[in-house]
């Protein structure tokens, strides 16, 4: 079928895709992007470290070549991230003399750093994931310099920064495992918090990074529903399903010794995708996407964590050197049948 799939959900919700900062440079991906979606999200390039490296000087030659690209293609920049545990310059928290910052201290390099990065790209950044992975799965603050020096309303006053530098970007909570009761609880309680004291949330974003049984549909709805009724929109912020085995947490720990033949079972499709592998990636994507559909009026943005097979971090994580085939296009860049599975859903219901 002709049409791109972000036609075929024109009505439904915007359909997105994370670019590595080479794709910009590579002219099969940058087609494929443009034809295909219509917001981008940097999946390394905007993060703090990518634009705030040692010297502690701004470097942005990569994200001004980003909201170059959209200017030309028409595309929505998803933000990703303005506060998050990883991916921080080390020197964030201290001052010069190495000193660890106080609350007052952080709390003002926060917002000149809020200030310059959302200010120089303000009006032309469709929302920011302003906190991305603030809980653990127990619904506790994750521990971090922000909880540790500033205290558990680092997550307020980055919303309340976010929105004084671009008051008309839209504001997103953003994070991974929501289905966990405990965890959404957190998220559920976060989002009263923030509208209580009149500070302007409007979506949370769920990762997706899912597998061909994680997570059960029905917790998926639920999940859906229940920040649906918060009044925020919801998004899917970084989908991707792997259709491999997933190690225990034990075998996950830094002095995991995974066997030679624990690692084969591990990585049973090295060279290509069954056929039977690939019909149930197809069937798994169509039922999830049959349940974002399903809360059309709430889900305002499905996004891709990543357009090609070998561009994904499921081939490296939880464990390193795996041939996953969670995306879309495969490794020669051709849509796989789910494309076609997709593009003929919104039709059909
Ligand atoms: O670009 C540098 C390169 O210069 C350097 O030589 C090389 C070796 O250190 O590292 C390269 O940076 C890597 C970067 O990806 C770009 O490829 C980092 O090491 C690597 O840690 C980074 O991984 C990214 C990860 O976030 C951490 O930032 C993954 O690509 C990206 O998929 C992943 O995305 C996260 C979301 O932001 C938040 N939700 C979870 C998701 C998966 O972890």
Redo the contacts with the bound molecule.
Sequence with gaps: SAMSLKDAYKNEFLIGVAL??KDLTNSSITTIANNEFNTVTA??GM?MTSILPESGVYNFAWTDQLFGFVKKSGHFVVG??LVWH??LPEWLFCDRMGQKLKRDQLLLKLQQHINTYVGRYRGQVLGWDVV??AFNYDGSFRNSPWLEIIGEDYIEKAFEFAHQADPNAELYYND?GLVNPKKQAAVVALVKRLKKKGIPIHAVGI?G?YSLTYPDLNKLDKTIARFAKLGVKVMIT?LDVSVLPFPGVEERGEDAVISAERLIELNPYPNQLPDEIQQQLTSRYRDLFCVFLKHQSAVSRVTF?GLTDSRS?RNN?PIEGRTDYPLLFDRALNAKPVVDALLELPASR
């Design positions: 590595a900062n999946e390394f993060k990703h991230t990883k991916a991305n992975e991974y990762q990074h970084e964590w971090w994580w």
